[in-house]
């Protein structure tokens, strides 16, 4: 277990005694929003990003080590296990490597090796790869000429005995791992159409190599996407020479020797036929593995920034779910999320009724005085856009619109869930009661949706789904747990993202909530079936209750420090009703300011960390993350793409983040491309350094394409 503590460790650049304290909280049951914001004292502050790294890398180790000791158990079954194997066994990090050296042991399917050592010869073959005996070589093949086990002559005993070379040669795990650190080095990956006029998204590839040591993962899925949908043909060239000279230099001891032909031969032979195609395999793989892990990355941060965009407060919305024969689905919810009138209009084509949308959806913003339109950014979003714009210009209240991401929505609406939160309301329309909600608190209507639906990435849909999947769950749950949950309002799908709430928890809890009122405390959780002291310790700091009996529990202070915040308050003349009264908590906040946290923390006996906690908690009681996120663009008018000029700035949204730039919402019908390069005037490695989803940025358009309808920017302004 040392082993493996001090691994990630290094890996992960902490110490080993924090990876221990961590790993001993996580076997506890402890979950990882939990341990970050309430265990910061034992795990030394580790971030909830390092944290999820640290658990990724605990379950590979472990399942390696397991890995291990069956492999060692298979071999010794066998009676092959010697010190020395043991040993090498033991020392391997790496899975692949651990399979190389288990590869000559694995029960295989029958070969040209498996059949000629049934006919005897593996002595003739340990004679020639030993390359020690003076006598001539038919001569010593003279010796396994057996009729019975099908060898007939010279030749076919020394054809069987180098079939036997070439695979452990094949199967040599240094041999192996050299030949792939070569190749990692110098191989580089050649693409070319499969059918030479075709159009395709992939044309750039037609005729392409780029060195794999230096090819970017965006390119390698694109690549792999390709050639699944048969537009591309890839190969792996190798340094096929040097990988040669290196086996001839491992194998042959003399070259002036009689064993020197058959060697070269069957060293060839071994390359071609059996290393070079699994070594190919294994390099994509690699390559595929690598790529996935980045891109989930991405696709974890983007969704995080999009879940964590702050909410529209206070306002009544109209959902605008924009389509052309079907007609606009329309949906009127009020400042608490509640479902006020649906309808379908149809100012877009083949309708065009634009005058009777007007009529409609007017008579809709003046009777439940709506003060925000939020328009989906699907089909037909640009058309409606222009009408949405035209129409609040014939309004005399002020009223503004914003361009929601409708990712997953048509999911939604088609959801189990969806059907009993609206089971009365047609499917279509569903989808723009979530567009509504989204702007008016994305985070809530977000996690209703599969996260993989949400659509913020590269390649989501072609990289490891498992992997995928478990990272945006983790993701989900940091956003969820760093904003805090209103146990009185939430639905069950928000709950259930809450440090250790599952479904079932979750349901159990609305259902209390229906049957009993609200919560007027946190301990009330504990009247919840299912819901233990257990489940109690990890979620109770992530759950708000508003106007309730202790005005700690709006805060992020856990129940296990509210004898510390109220001694603080104490010692600071103050009570725990003192963040109820607005007139003095700018007096609590500058006198919090100024706690020595250091000197504090002893007086009370808790960790600095925790204190500082309680001290930001304090001085910001209720607050919402998300209120320092950027604001999204509220507009009032719309901008065509045949308005665009090149030199024209502009502000956008920051709508996607991928390796090689990112994707600007200016206003026109598709998203303007800002290049890595066109980022910063300073070298940057990744988009990621400088935006995030949902950022609002100035942007310089320098290049339209009008036959493509695509737009490049610069933030170079």
């Known amino acids: 277990m040392d082993k493996i503590f001090k691994k990630i460790a290094e890996e992960l650049n902490i110490r080993d005694t924090q990876v221990e304290a961590?790993?001993?909280?996580?076997?506890?049951?402890n979950t990882i929003p939990f341990i970050a914001r309430y265990r910061k004292e034992v795990t030394g502050n580790l971030s909830d990003e390092i944290l999820r790294d640290l658990g990724e890398r605990l379950t590979y180790l472990r399942n390696l080590e397991e890995r291990k000791a069956e492999i060692i158990r298979l071999i010794d079954e066998q009676g092959k296990l010697t010190d020395e194997l043991t040993i090498k066994i033991a020392s391997t990090m790496v899975l692949s490597e651990l399979e190389d050296i288990y590869r000559p042991y694995r029960p295989k399917k029958r070969t040209r090796a498996t059949i000629a050592k049934e006919k005897g010869l593996e002595p003739l073959a340990n004679t020639i790869y030993l390359q020690q005996e003076k006598r001539p070589l038919f001569e010593l093949a003279k010796e396994y000429i057996d009729e019975e086990k099908g060898v007939t002559n010279e030749d076919e005993a020394i054809a069987g005995a180098l079939d036997i070379i070439a695979e452990n040669i094949a199967d040599n795990a240094d041999y192996r791992k050299k030949i792939k650190s070569m190749c990692f080095r110098e191989a580089?990956?050649?693409?070319?159409?499969?059918?030479?006029?075709?159009?395709?998204?992939?044309?750039?590839?037609?005729?392409?190599?780029?060195?794999?040591?230096?090819?970017?993962?965006h390119r390698i899925?694109?690549?792999?996407?390709?050639?699944?949908?048969?537009?591309?043909?890839?190969?792996?060239?190798?340094?096929?020479?040097?990988?040669?000279?290196?086996?001839?230099?491992?194998?042959?001891?003399?070259?002036?020797?009689?064993?020197?032909?058959?060697?070269?031969?069957?060293?060839?032979?071994?390359?071609?036929r059996l290393i070079e195609p699994s070594i190919e395999r294994e390099i994509r793989n690699d390559l595929t593995?690598?790529?996935?892990?980045?891109?989930?990355?991405?696709?974890?941060?983007?969704?995080?920034?999009?879940?964590?965009?702050?909410?529209?407060?206070?306002?009544?919305?109209?959902?605008?779910?924009?389509?052309?024969?079907?007609?606009?689905?329309?949906?009127?919810i009020d400042k608490t999320g509640k479902l006020l009138d649906t309808v379908t209009v149809y100012p877009t084509e083949p309708q065009n009724d634009v005058e009777g949308a007007k009529k409609i959806l007017k008579a809709l913003i003046e009777k439940y005085h709506v003060n925000m339109i939020a328009i989906g950014n699907g089909t037909a979003s640009r058309e409606s856009e222009t009408f949405v714009s035209n129409m609040i210009k014939e309004i005399n209240e002020k009223i503004y619109y914003a361009i929601v991401s409708e990712a997953g929505a048509s999911v939604y609406s088609a959801s189990k869930l969806?059907?009993?939160?609206?089971?009365?309301?047609?499917?279509?329309?569903r989808g723009a009661i979530s567009i509504a909600r989204r702007l008016q608190d994305p985070l809530s209507e977000l996690v209703k949706i599969d996260p993989k639906a949400i659509g913020v990435g590269q390649y989501q849909h072609d990289v490891n789904q498992k992997k995928l999947s478990e990272s945006l769950t983790g993701v989900v749950e940091d956003a969820v747990n760093s904003v805090g949950v209103d146990v009185n309002t939430a639905t069950p799908s928000l709950l259930s993202y809450v440090s250790g709430i599952n479904g079932t928890i979750a349901k159990n809890i609305v259902k209390y909530r229906d049957e009993n009122g609200e919560l007027k405390q946190r301990k009330d959780l504990l009247k919840v079936p299912k819901l233990g002291q257990s489940a109690f310790k990890q979620c109770a700091g992530f759950i708000r209750i508003f106007n309730g009996k202790n005005p700690l529990e709006v805060t992020a202070v856990h129940p296990e420090s509210y004898d510390v915040a109220e001694k603080l308050l104490t010692k600071l003349g103050y009570t725990v009703d003192s963040l109820k009264?607005?007139?003095?908590?700018?007096?609590?906040?500058?006198?919090?300011?100024?706690?020595?946290?250091?000197?504090?923390?002893?007086?009370?006996?808790v960790g600095s960390l925790t204190l500082k906690d309680i001290i930001e908690e304090l001085s910001k009681p209720g607050r919402d993350p998300r209120d320092s996120m950027p604001k999204p663009i509220l507009r009032s008018d719309v901008l065509k793409f045949e308005d665009l000029q090149e030199g024209m700035e502009l502000t956008g949204t920051v709508r996607n983040v991928i390796d090689f730039g990112a994707f600007i919402d200016i206003g026109v019908k598709h998203d303007g491309l800002v290049h890595i390069s066109q980022m910063s005037d300073k070298y940057i490695k990744n988009p990621s350094e400088v935006v995030s989803v949902g950022d609002i940025v100035k942007v310089k358009v320098i290049g339209i394409d009008k036959e493509k309808q695509k737009v490049s920017l610069s933030m170079k302004i």
């Open 22 to 29: 961590t790993v001993k909280l996580i076997d506890e049951g």
């Open 418 to 429: 969806a059907t009993e939160e609206y089971p009365d309301i047609n499917v279509s329309l």
């Open 289 to 332: 593995e690598r790529s996935e892990e980045k891109a989930i990355k991405v696709f974890g941060k983007n969704a995080k920034q999009l879940l964590m965009q702050p909410p529209i407060k206070d306002m009544t919305v109209m959902g605008f779910d924009p389509a052309y024969r079907t007609g606009c689905k329309i949906a009127v």
């Open 221 to 272: 899925l694109a690549i792999n996407r390709g050639e699944k949908e048969e537009f591309l043909k890839v190969k792996v060239n190798k340094p096929d020479d040097k990988i040669l000279d290196y086996l001839k230099k491992q194998i042959i001891k003399d070259y002036k020797s009689q064993f020197n032909d058959p060697l070269t031969t069957v060293i060839e032979d071994a390359y071609k």
């Open 581 to 605: 009264d607005k007139s003095i908590l700018e007096a609590l906040k500058k006198d919090l300011a100024n706690v020595d946290a250091t000197k504090m923390s002893e007086e009370l006996g």
């Open 188 to 217: 580089v990956i050649v693409t070319e159409a499969a059918k030479a006029d075709e159009k395709s998204p992939y044309e750039m590839y037609y005729d392409f190599n780029e060195g794999i040591l230096r090819i970017p993962s």
